[in-house]
Nanobody, 121 residues
């Protein structure tokens, strides 16, 4: 059974930093990409960052480029999202997911966690 469990979200002041963690288990051996997505109230889910599980290649949404960093620990089966210089518009429920591509499109992803809330004030 595939399980993705996000943690690390909490209230933070603008300009602050957070690190989100996605603990994974049961991932299929053919899992290509891991992604972080977010969804704010009343808005569609949007891709934030993606990482290629094989070699660590990364892609970012323009809105977070230079502020967020996605990384992985292949030994612990963890995926991280380091977020710096947080802004109020980063407030959202953050999800990790397994994806078929780097496109940051939710429809390209099949397994999802339950999310962790980030609130920037």
């Amino acid at each position: 059974e595939v399980q993705l469990v996000e943690s690390g979200g909490e209230p933070v002041q603008a300009g602050g930093s957070l690190r989100l963690t996605c603990a994974t288990s049961g991932l299929p051996s053919h899992t290509l990409w891991m992604g972080w997505f977010r969804q704010a109230p009343g808005k569609e889910r949007e891709g934030v960052a993606a990482i290629y599980t094989a070699d660590g290649t990364t892609f970012y949404a323009d809105s977070v480029q230079g502020r967020f960093t996605i990384s992985r620990d292949t030994v612990k089966y963890m995926v991280y999202l380091n977020m710096t210089n947080l802004k109020s518009e980063d407030t959202a429920l953050y999800y990790c997911a397994t994806c078929r591509s780097w496109s940051l499109l939710p429809l390209e992803c099949n397994y999802w966690g339950q999310g962790t809330q980030v609130t920037v004030s």
